[in-house]
């Protein structure tokens, strides 16, 4: 019978568990208090590292034998781990496989887990790009700053042949042990940095310290970096600069990563490889047709669309145009198709009082009567005119999309969604299947 049980209930498994039981207990708790997916969790670092020192210990069938016997001190003096102080004994076990099993590093100075990635941190930059970059593909050149190995002492912080001395604070650990309670019945150890070496381990004399770094081994130099933006990138994209990002003695340099963020556009909206447009039509061309130059393009072209004659365009029609959309990536000849949303622009009240009415009645569809059978009570209503996107916003949050009049619920992101509204009917002919005709302005 073991005469502790902290180790066993830190793992959520009895005394008397098997070495299997106790492998698939802790693999279930490291993965439940992982530090990457308990960000927001300050003591989750403290935990997965009290876990792992668990395992260590009871997974030894020498270490757990000392533990059942004699508890925690046990482990400390003779017959214990050869003698190890249990501090030493978790200090061993963060630094050593107990981390390695996930791919951590609990090295010197490390103030918790940290992932060994064999090289230097990466630096991240949101980098801000039109829909016009993504569609014709941009290269920027911009100066920044990075942290280089110092030349002189060659990353050692030493003038000369000088030598660093162990830190007496850390005995040159880098680090130092901290307790504390956090239970009646259960104390945590944690590891902080040394205050006095910075987690370095060791201490330069003022004057052995390098000329240029001050002995901070590494100075700030400036560069000028270069990024492409290709035809085709999406919102979100990452273009690494592979090495080019802060350097660290001993340690190859990170890289640079630059993750694009597409700002809106007053004109076009993506979806995938496919575009969306509004464009605006007079009444005599939703009536008779029209031939002219309907869109200027993201590159700039003036697109000219022909409708076909005796067919009468409604609000809201919507009509594409095959290979219009946006470049494929690694594949710029090819594209999506560009979907276009027809909205329908009124004659104004000074053309109104230009033509005869009365012929003008006569010419267009007849008005509509009072419905049959007429209602009992009639009430006359003043006609005001109104606001409706004044009254929409104090009942809907208001939408990042531009399409505010009721079309964007046809669309998804779901290519098989962007297909046309009348496809079987008839009209448009060239513009199903076919590349309309293309001009520069």
């Known amino acids: 019978m073991a005469v502790e049980t902290e180790l066993y209930d830190l793992l959520g498994v009895q005394p008397n568990a098997t ?26 670092g403290q935990k997965f590292q009290e876990i792992a020192a668990a395992y260590e210990i009871l997974n030894d069938p020498q270490t757990r034998e000392v533990y059942d016997m004699r508890g925690m001190d046990g482990l400390n003096g003779p017959g214990g781990s050869e003698g190890m102080d249990a501090a030493d004994l978790f200090a061993q076990f963060f630094a050593g496989a107990g981390g390695a099993s996930f791919g951590f590093d609990f090295g010197p100075g490390a103030g918790g887990p940290r992932r060994s990635r064999g090289k230097g941190d990466d630096s991240v930059i949101p980098h801000e790009v039109s829909l016009e970059d993504l569609y014709n593909g941009k290269s920027v050149k911009m100066n920044m700053s ?43 150890t944690s590891r902080l940095a040394c205050h006095a070496c910075a987690g370095a381990g060791e201490l330069l004399k003022e004057k052995d310290r390098c000329k240029k770094c001050k002995g901070a081994k590494v100075v700030t130099e400036k560069t000028r970096q270069e990024i492409f933006i290709e035809p085709g990138m999406s919102d979100g994209q990452r273009i690494v600069l592979t090495g080019a990002g802060d350097e660290v003695p001993g340690t190859p340099a990170g890289d640079v990563v630059f993750v694009l963020k597409l700002t809106p556009h007053a004109s076009f909206e993506r979806s995938g490889k496919d575009l969306l447009t509004n464009v605006t039509i007079t009444l005599s061309e939703a009536l008779f047709g029209f031939s002219r130059i309907l869109l200027t393009h993201l590159d700039g072209r003036g697109i000219q669309v022909s409708s076909p004659r005796g067919r009468i365009i409604k609000p809201g029609d919507s009509i ?15 594209k999506g198709d560009l979907y276009v949303i027809l909205a329908i622009e009124m004659p104004d009240e000074q053309w109104l009082k230009t033509v005869d009415h009365k012929v003008l009645g006569e010419l267009l569809p ?11 009570i009639v009430d ?8 409706i996107v004044d009254v929409r916003s104090r009942s809907f949050p208001a939408s990042p999309n531009f ?5 964007p619920s046809q669309f998804g992101d779901d290519e098989e969604n962007w297909e046309d509204d009348d496809d079987d009917d008839e009209g448009f002919p060239d513009m199903r299947g076919a590349q309309p005709e293309c001009r520069q302005q």
């Open 19 to 44: 070495e299997g039981e106790i492998r698939k207990a802790y693999m279930r708790k490291a993965k439940e208090h992982h530090p990457d997916k308990n960000i927001n969790d300050p003591e989750a």
């Open 320 to 334: 594409v145009l095959r290979g219009e959309g946006m470049p494929l990536p690694k594949r710029p000849d090819e």
């Open 146 to 188: 990075k942290e280089a190995v110092c030349a002189p002492c060659k990353g050692s912080g030493a003038r000369g042949n000088a030598k660093p001395r162990p830190c007496a604070t850390c005995e040159g650990r880098g680090w130092n042990f901290v307790q504390s309670q956090l239970s009646p019945s259960r104390i945590g």
């Open 403 to 407: 399409f505010d009049h009721g079309f």
């Open 380 to 387: 006359i209503a003043n006609f005001e005119e109104s606001d």
């Open 366 to 376: 007849p008005k509509r009567s009072n419905p049959e059978p007429r209602p009992e």
